[in-house]
C-alpha cells in the first residue's frame, strides 16, 4: 500500500517562511511527478507547484519568485518552501504524486491528507 504523508505547515506571519513535506512510503517502483495544490476555503483546488522525476519545475504565477519546490527521489519526498509569505496564501496544502508501485502495471495519483498552512497578516 502507497502512501503520502505531509509533515510541516502551521501558522506563519505575513511575510515569513515556512516549510513542506510529503514522504511517498510503502511499496514503490518508481515516482513521476510530484506537486503540490492547495484549496482556500470557497475556492476550488489549484496547482502550486510540480517537480518532474529529472528536476523540472513549474509554478502557478502567485507563487513564482516566493516558493521552491524540490524532491529527493532517493527518500521519495517533496518539499515547498514557501518564502514572503502571504494572508491570501492561507489554504489547505495536499501533495500529489504519480506513482507506480511494486508490481503494479500503470502510475497512479496518490494523495495526502492535507496540511493547514495560514498566513496572519
Known amino acids: 500500500q502507497v502512501q503520502l504523508v505531509e509533515s510541516g505547515g502551521g501558522l506563519g506571519q505575513a511575510g515569513g517562511s515556512l516549510r513542506l513535506s510529503c514522504a511517498a512510503s510503502g511499496r514503490i517502483a518508481s515516482v513521476k511527478t510530484m506537486a503540490w495544490y492547495r484549496q482556500a476555503p470557497g475556492a476550488q483546488r489549484e496547482l502550486v507547484a510540480a517537480?518532474?522525476?529529472?528536476?523540472?519545475?513549474d509554478y502557478a504565477d502567485s507563487v513564482k519568485g516566493r516558493f521552491t519546490i524540490s524532491r529527493d527521489n532517493a527518500k521519495n519526498t517533496v518539499y515547498l518552501q514557501m518564502s514572503s509569505l502571504k494572508p491570501e496564501d492561507t489554504a489547505v496544502y495536499c501533495c500529489?504524486?504519480?506513482?507506480?508501485?511494486?508490481?503494479?502495471?500503470?502510475?497512479?495519483?496518490?494523495w495526502g491528507q492535507g496540511t493547514q498552512v495560514t498566513v496572519s497578516s
Open positions: 517537480i518532474t522525476s529529472d528536476g523540472k519545475t
Open positions: 500529489n504524486a504519480k506513482i507506480l508501485s511494486s508490481g503494479g502495471a500503470i502510475y497512479l495519483n496518490y
